[in-house]
């Protein structure tokens, strides 16, 4: 492997010496592009076939001096067959486990905006993602934004501000419905904390009231009446949606242990980021304060809201290390033993448990990128249950991840690893682990971003100041999209951690599916065994795959640039037996449909993901 720098082409050549004293072997000459890594083999005729290896000289040839260049991963091969080879069983005897649709979730932040939102490309290529569920209204704007002042355009402090200034340009909730109906998403909302519970209750009688609906909200804590569940419906209505949007799944709050100091008291850490009111899970929960200046806890948050749509779930704020209810301490380790607070204080009252597990804070070694999914969730799942049990007796509420990225903050992203292969395959395989964990709700962070300002990364799946451009992360989706329904065991002999990681399910009942991630620059020959639960008829190949881990651009199906409703086929391959062999490309993300009716494969060979109108 080797990479040439920042531009140009580096003109090299490689030769060996078999001595210490010589002889040289013939050279190997070979040009290397900047900006990204490349992988060459040489053969050992193509160096005069040297009787023995002392040394390997890799020398400019251009006679001029050169711009730095990087070399890695030098190996020898026996023969240019491939080098790895893996056998994979499928374990289709077992229970099949259910896999929760909403595995597959991302965010819409509001400052993209309703033009953005309308963009044909960014709604088809929402559609064709296989994603299905999109949280709103944008992470840590979450806390400041006013769900009525910004659909009202008004900036009315008595009802929660849209943000300084935002009113006049943020999307408003209606764009965001517009979005859903569009692309076929769920939503899920984040309601503002800062508000009161009546104005989180209105927020769910617009999305979720009928308009004949004369139920009282009733005046809240701060004199504002807030009318009835059909007063809210029918301003719903006046955008254009008549009918209830349906939104199941609410939090409340984004990220509320990291407040300020400023607007957070004592167990706040000087670098919290939120403005919002307590660093306390206990206060979090139960609420603070009296009379008008009273601040609304979860438990008042969630009576409120149930009132008018009874049929909802509100998520807590967690953090994925609980501590103890007794740490006195904030840090980053357990924010003052804010999860076990919560849990302790909410009981059998939480409705589910929200995380934000990004596993890197700086930008990552490319190895530890790679085998991080294998042992990142598993333990942070083990030590909440674990404080349900203690704190809570028991009551295990749904642990649902609402945001996730490689990195947790951009500007520390300095190689751009979020937009780049490495991300795809860290993404696919912690997928899998959540499937494994049945995680509930996993939302990557997020569907597009814009780019940050230090940097130029982006979190998000498309780029949308590039066109909405695919990044190499989106491509995860289509493929875990048409996985099934189902997980059965799968292993295979090769390390999950840093060659091979493998995830089988049940797509239907003449059909199994196995997802295949190769980590290497090599490919892998790999002989799938799926046991007695064949015998195999025929089968397809989706591919996603790059030349390098820092490659930004990536192919779907051998394409590049495939079109925005992603009709590329896979490969359609026939099969016979229990046992059959196929190559995963280096760098690849692969998803199998093996099948014991030809019929079944190829009727749906070519079919796009299919989204409710």
Partial sequence: MAHGGNNGARELQLFIEEGDAGPVSSAATFDVPAGQWTAFTITVAALGNPAQIKRINIQDRSGTIQPTFYVDEIRLRANAAPLVSADIYINAVVTPTPISPYLLASNLPAWLQRYRFDNPSFQARTRASGIKLLRLPGGSWSNSYGWLSCELRQNDPSRQPCGPGWESWAARPRDFIAFLKATGMAGMWVVSPLGTSKEAAAAVAYFNGHITDTTSIGTDIRGTNWYTIGHWAALRASAGYTDPVGIRYWEFGNEVYASKPSTGGALCQ???????????????????????????????????????????????????????????????????????????????????????????????????????????????????????????????APIAVTE????????????????????????????????????????????????????????????????????????????????????????????????????AGVVDSNTLSLLAINKTNQPITATINTGSWGPLVSGRHWRVQANSLDS????????????????????????????????????????????????NIQARAYAPIAHKP
């Fill in 270 to 396: 000087s670098w919290g980021w939120e403005d919002t009111w307590t660093c306390d899970g206990y206060e979090y929960v139960n609420g603070v304060g009296s009379g008008s200046s009273r601040r609304e806890g979860y438990l008042e948050f969630r009576q409120a809201m149930k009132a008018v749509d009874p049929t909802i779930e509100l998520g807590a704020v967690g953090y994925e290390w609980p501590g103890t209810p007794g740490d006195g301490v904030s840090s980053w380790q357990t924010f003052a033993g804010w999860g076990s607070r919560v849990i302790s204080a909410a009981g059998a009252a939480l409705d589910f448990y929200t995380i934000h597990p990004y596993p890197f804070f700086q930008q990552p070694l490319l190895i530890s990128a790679l085998s991080k999914p294998q042992n990142h969730l598993g333990p942070i799942v083990a030590a909440l249950n674990q404080a349900f049990d203690t704190y809570a007796n028991g009551q295990r």
């Fill in 404 to 503: 996730y990225n490689l990195i947790s903050v951009s500007n520390n992203d300095a190689g751009q690893l979020m937009t780049r292969m490495i991300n795809a395959l860290h993404l696919a395989d912690t997928l899998g682990q959540a499937a494994t964990l049945q995680i509930p709700i996993f939302a990557q962070w997020n569907l597009a971003n814009g780019p940050d300002a230090i940097t130029g990364t982006e979190y998000g799946l498309m780029h949308e100041a590039n066109g909405f451009f695919r990044a190499a992360q989106y491509y995860v989706y289509p493929l875990w999209a048409r996985f099934g329904s189902h997980m059965i065991s799968a292993t295979t002999t090769l390390s999950p951690e840093v060659v091979l990681s493998v995830y």
């Fill in 552 to 599: 930004q651009t990536v192919s779907y199906n051998g394409v590049t640039n495939p079109s925005d409703n992603l009709i590329e086929p896979p490969d359609v391959f026939a099969a016979s037996g229990n046992v059959i062999t196929r190559t995963l490309p280096p760098y690849s993300i692969n998803l199998f449909h093996l099948g014991k009716q030809t019929a």
